[in-house]
Nanobody, 125 residues
């Protein structure tokens, strides 16, 4: 069974950092682009970042560029989202998603086939 599991969320103060992990089971991530998405209360889900199979194509939303870093460790079958300088507006449920594609990654959630259950990130004093 193909499964993605996010972890690493939690409560952090503004300016703090968190690292989210997206671990795959039942399949190897080597052949999948991975996207991170988030959904804040009362808002639509939005793309945060994505990374291609080799890591050669990486994209960030303007709202997180310079603060978030996406990376992947195919040997560990895991993708990470390192988040620094967190702001209250980063509060959301964060999801990772996978699609079998090569050389590029997309910020369009409709292109992704497999989704995790999400992990809550709360930035607050």
């Amino acid at each position: 069974q193909l499964q993605l599991v996010e972890s690493g969320g939690g409560l952090v103060q503004p300016g703090g950092s968190l690292r989210l992990s997206c671990a795959a089971s039942g399949f190897t991530l080597d052949y999948y682009a991975i996207g991170w998405f988030r959904q804040a209360p009362g808002k639509e889900r939005e793309g945060v970042s994505c990374i291609s199979t080799s890591g050669g194509d990486i994209n960030y939303a303007d709202s997180v560029r310079g603060r978030f870093t996406i990376s992947r460790d195919n040997a560990k079958n895991t993708v990470y989202l390192q988040m620094h300088s967190l702001k209250p507006e980063d509060t959301a449920i964060y999801y990772c998603a996978a699609v079998q594609t090569y050389y590029y990654c997309s910020g369009d959630e409709d292109e992704y086939d497999y989704w995790g259950q999400g992990t809550q990130v709360t930035v607050s004093t």
